[in-house]
């Protein structure tokens, strides 16, 4: 599955929140994060 989620968005909070906190079932993450208007992207490896 791929796709983009926007920076501080609830899906994108909610992402962190979840991995973080199934850590030890969790072997890797790896999110795309987009911002309205900017071309760039920021990426969350965990």
């Given at each position: 599955m791929g796709g983009y989620i926007y920076k501080f968005s609830p899906s994108h909070i909610?992402?962190?929140e979840f991995i973080?906190?199934?850590q030890s079932h969790i072997q890797s993450?790896?999110?795309r994060i987009a911002s309205p208007g900017l071309k760039t992207h920021g990426n969350f490896q965990k």
């Amino acid at each position: 599955m791929g796709g983009y989620i926007y920076k501080f968005s609830p899906s994108h909070i909610e992402m962190r929140e979840f991995i973080e906190a199934n850590q030890s079932h969790i072997q890797s993450a790896y999110l795309r994060i987009a911002s309205p208007g900017l071309k760039t992207h920021g990426n969350f490896q965990k």
